[in-house]
C-alpha cells in the first residue's frame, strides 16, 4: 500500500468535481467552504468543473476525467476533494489515468467512493472516505467531522484512531442552520454488534457507497481478488458500506452479489454505516437483512457506524489495517497504514 500524506499547514487543496457539480445558486456554499479551509492555514484551488451542473454531471465525462487527471499531476495540488457526490462518477473510470497516479488523498463520499475504491483497488494507493468539501462550510467542526485533518496528517507507518461521535443528524435541515455546528446533531450515536460474543474485528479496510459501488463488480475497477494479491499481504478484508437511498431487500440482494462474486472471499466482517435508508420490504426490514447477511455469508457484522448520509462521519482510509472495537462510549477504529 502506499498512503498519501497532507500536512497541517500550507498545504492546497484542490476541488473538482468527477460526478455532481454545483449549480449556481449554491455556489456561495463553496466560497463559504473555501474561506473555513483558508482560516486553518490551507488554500483551495477550484476546477472548472465545480461550477457546473446539467445532467446530473457537472460536464461532460472526458472533461470531469481530465479535470481530474491533472490535479493529480499537479505538484502544487496536495489533496483533491470534490464538492460533494452525485450519480455519474461511473462515466470516468475508464478514463483515469490510473499509471500515472502519484499518493495524493482523495476525500469525499457518496458517489465519489465509486472512484476511491477503483484508484486503490487498481494502484494500491490509500484513498478516504469521509467529508466532502460542502460539509466543512462551518466556522467550527464537530469532533467527527474535524478527525479528517488526524486521518490525512497520518505518516505511512502511523496509527490513527477515532470514536465515536457523541450525537448523529437524524434529518437534513437545509433551512435552519445551528449556532455551533453545520449539522443538527439531534440523536445520540451508538455503534452496534449483530453478535453480542464478537466485539473486535479487523483486517484491511474497503468499501463505500452501497448503491455506486457495487456497479464495479465484474468490472476491471472491482478487481478485489487482485488487490488482495497484491497489496495486502494475505490479511483479511474489512469491509464498510452505507447506504443512501436502497430498501433492506436492496441492500441484502446487493450484499449477496458481491458475495456471490467473490468480494468477500478472505474477509473478515462488515461495517454498516447508519442510514436513513433500508425501508422495510413488509416484514423484511434492515436488522432482517443483516440478520440474512451474517447467515449467508458467514461474516460477523457492526452497524450504526460514523459512515454516511447521517452525518457526522469518520475518515476511513480505504486499504488501511483496522481495529475496530464495539465497547460502548469506548468503541474505535484505529487505522495503521501498513
Not at 465515536?164 to 437534513?172: A, I, T
Request: a negative charge; hydrophobic letters at 40%; glycine letters at 8%.
Amino acid at each position: 500500500m502506499r498512503y498519501p500524506h497532507l500536512a497541517w499547514t500550507g498545504m492546497t487543496i484542490g476541488v473538482t468535481a468527477p460526478s455532481s457539480g454545483v449549480p449556481e445558486q449554491l455556489h456561495p456554499l463553496m466560497h463559504e467552504a473555501a474561506e473555513r479551509l483558508k482560516a486553518r492555514q490551507l488554500d483551495v484551488k477550484f476546477g472548472e468543473t465545480t461550477w457546473t451542473e446539467a445532467d446530473v454531471q457537472s460536464a461532460d465525462g472526458a472533461v470531469r476525467a481530465m479535470e481530474l487527471n491533472q490535479m493529480f499531476k499537479d505538484e502544487s495540488i496536495d489533496a483533491i476533494i470534490p464538492p460533494w457526490g452525485g450519480e455519474r462518477a461511473i462515466d470516468v473510470l475508464d478514463l483515469i489515468d490510473y499509471d500515472s497516479i502519484e499518493p495524493k488523498w482523495l476525500l469525499g463520499y457518496s458517489d465519489t467512493s465509486t472512484i476511491q475504491l477503483a484508484i486503490t483497488l487498481k494502484t494500491g494507493i490509500a484513498t478516504a472516505h469521509g467529508t466532502n468539501l460542502a460539509d466543512l462550510r462551518s466556522e467550527e467542526w464537530d469532533p467527527t467531522t474535524e478527525a479528517w485533518r488526524r486521518v490525512l496528517a497520518t505518516r505511512s507507518g502511523g496509527t490513527v484512531t477515532q470514536w465515536p461521535s457523541e450525537q448523529y443528524q437524524s434529518k437534513w435541515n437545509h433551512q435552519e442552520r445551528p449556532e455551533r455546528f453545520l449539522f443538527h446533531l439531534d440523536r445520540p450515536t451508538e455503534w452496534k454488534t449483530l453478535r453480542q460474543d464478537v466485539t473486535e474485528l479487523e483486517g484491511r479496510l474497503l468499501g463505500g457507497c452501497l448503491e455506486t459501488v457495487r456497479h464495479l463488480i465484474g468490472t476491471p475497477y472491482g478487481d478485489v481478488a487482485a488487490f488482495r494479491a497484491n497489496h495486502t499481504g494475505g490479511e483479511p478484508i474489512l469491509w464498510y458500506f452505507e447506504a443512501c437511498e436502497a430498501n433492506a431487500a436492496d441492500i441484502y440482494r446487493t450484499i449477496i452479489h458481491m458475495h456471490y462474486a467473490g468480494w468477500f472471499d478472505e474477509a473478515s466482517g462488515i461495517l454498516f454505516g447508519r442510514t436513513p435508508a433500508g425501508k422495510a420490504v413488509k416484514d423484511f426490514d434492515l436488522l432482517s437483512a443483516y440478520a440474512a447477511i451474517e447467515q449467508k455469508t458467514g461474516l460477523s457484522i457492526f452497524y450504526d457506524l460514523d459512515i454516511g448520509h447521517q452525518p457526522p462521519q469518520s475518515t476511513l482510509v480505504n486499504g488501511a489495517f483496522a481495529k475496530v472495537v464495539i465497547a460502548g462510549e469506548e468503541s474505535r477504529i484505529d487505522m495503521t497504514f501498513r
